[in-house]
């Protein structure tokens, strides 16, 4: 198990910006990719960012320009600073890990699954 718990999430305000961590314990070494996705009420999970152990980031269509995703491999923590924030970024944003590197906007190639924060950002 790589248990994994998200923090950070909270309430803001359209324009402003919110910063999520994501710690990884249990385990010496960490997974290849970490990955962050949301989930809105009733739709499915998305994918947001992912980053490789490596440092080669990739962006889904939602944070692009606007999310930024970091690592740090010496602490097993990956971070999503989003900035630029409106409504419909309002979700359950989780934080997953995988050991592989390909296909990561994909939710079947994560192992591991944190319990998700909630963004809630006001018009």
């Known amino acids: 198990q790589v248990p994994l718990v998200e923090s950070g999430g909270g309430l803001a305000q359209a324009g402003g910006s919110l910063r999520l961590s994501c710690v990884a314990s249990?385990?010496?070494?960490?997974?290849?990719?970490m990955g962050w996705f949301r989930q809105a009420p009733g739709q499915e999970r998305q994918f947001v960012a992912a980053i490789l152990s490596g440092g080669m980031t990739y962006y889904g269509d939602v944070g692009q320009g606007r999310f930024t995703i970091f690592r740090d491999n010496g602490k097993n923590t990956v971070d999503l600073q989003m900035n630029s924030l409106t409504s419909e970024d309002t979700a359950v944003y989780y934080c997953a890990a995988s050991w592989l590197a390909t296909n990561l906007a994909s939710t079947r190639v994560y192992d591991y699954w944190g319990q998700g924060t909630q963004v809630t950002v006001s018009s």
């Open positions: 249990g385990r010496r070494y960490f997974a290849t990719a």
